[in-house]
């Protein structure tokens, strides 16, 4: 009996491409950004991702990269990905944090991509881990070394104080000891979640040379 013949990649993509046709009729889909009907991501709210990448500082001169504000479009596709589980916008999104990881310069050297990971109660209510994701989308190669560890209560209308006191000591890094690495996050905020991030990287003997994050709120703009 003959093997069938395996599809080339732009046959997948084809059936892809029909499979998302077909189910348009049955799921309305509409753009993240504006609302515009039949389409996940007009052109116009495309453009609005294109990264601008801007250079700020977490501590003691460690660098961080944001590749967008996160207002307007960039924060309703943010919250799109985040919240209403479309993760298809992880594509433009990672490809985002990826132009602000290239803005870290690693002097040559190898470096790490490590995501912060979702809390255990976002990874349950979302079922994906949304910085894993994101690094994956954006071509880069995630190394999952950090994990939670104990609660973390919604960062969601916590001050900086309280942020900070909410991720204190909630993270741990394994098999990082002489690595080279980039902390990535989706949105910095109050920077309480990455500096949490860092202490932990550096306690497990990594040496971290930057942050970057997808987008950065106005009150950590750089």
């Given at each position: 009996?003959?093997?069938?013949?395996?599809?080339?990649?732009?046959?997948?993509?084809?059936?892809?491409?029909?499979?998302?046709?077909?189910?348009?009729?049955?799921?309305?889909?509409?753009?993240?950004?504006?609302?515009?009907?039949?389409?996940?991501?007009?052109?116009?709210?495309r453009?609005?991702?294109?990264?601008?990448?801007?250079?700020?500082?977490?501590?003691?001169?460690?660098?961080?990269?944001?590749?967008?504000?996160?207002?307007?479009v960039?924060?309703?596709?943010?919250?799109?990905?985040?919240?209403?589980?479309?993760?298809?916008?992880?594509?433009?999104?990672?490809?985002?944090?990826?132009?602000?990881?290239?803005r870290?310069?690693?002097?040559?050297?190898?470096?790490?991509?490590?995501?912060?990971p979702?809390?255990?109660?976002?990874?349950?209510?979302?079922?994906?881990?949304?910085?894993t994701?994101?690094?994956?989308?954006?071509?880069?190669?995630?190394?999952?070394?950090?994990?939670?560890?104990?609660a973390?209560?919604?960062?969601?209308?916590?001050?900086?104080?309280?942020?900070?006191?909410n991720?204190?000591?909630?993270?741990?890094?394994?098999?990082?000891?002489?690595?080279?690495?980039?902390?990535?996050?989706?949105?910095?905020?109050?920077?309480?979640?990455?500096?949490?991030?860092?202490?932990?990287?550096?306690?497990?003997?990594?040496?971290?040379?930057?942050?970057?994050?997808?987008?950065?709120t106005a009150?950590h703009?750089?």
């Amino acid at each position: 009996m003959l093997e069938p013949m395996p599809l080339r990649a732009s046959a997948w993509r084809r059936v892809g491409e029909a499979a998302a046709a077909a189910l348009s009729l049955v799921l309305p889909v509409w753009c993240a950004g504006c609302d515009e009907p039949d389409v996940a991501l007009c052109a116009n709210c495309r453009e609005l991702l294109r990264p601008s990448v801007r250079v700020g500082s977490l501590r003691a001169g460690l660098p961080v990269c944001s590749a967008l504000d996160f207002s307007g479009v960039p924060a309703r596709v943010l919250r799109a990905f985040k919240e209403d589980g479309r993760t298809g916008l992880a594509r433009p999104l990672g490809a985002a944090l990826a132009a602000a990881v290239a803005r870290l310069d690693g002097d040559g050297i190898d470096v790490a991509v490590v995501p912060v990971p979702s809390s255990r109660r976002a990874f349950r209510r979302r079922g994906y881990d949304t910085g894993t994701l994101l690094a994956a989308r954006g071509g880069l190669k995630p190394l999952r070394a950090l994990s939670s560890r104990g609660a973390v209560a919604d960062q969601r209308g916590l001050g900086r104080e309280a942020r900070a006191r909410n991720v204190a000591g909630t993270l741990r890094a394994r098999d990082v000891a002489g690595l080279s690495v980039i902390v990535v996050d989706d949105v910095l905020t109050t920077g309480a979640t990455l500096r949490e991030a860092v202490r932990a990287l550096t306690a497990g003997g990594a040496h971290v040379i930057g942050a970057a994050t997808v987008a950065a709120t106005a009150r950590h703009a750089p």
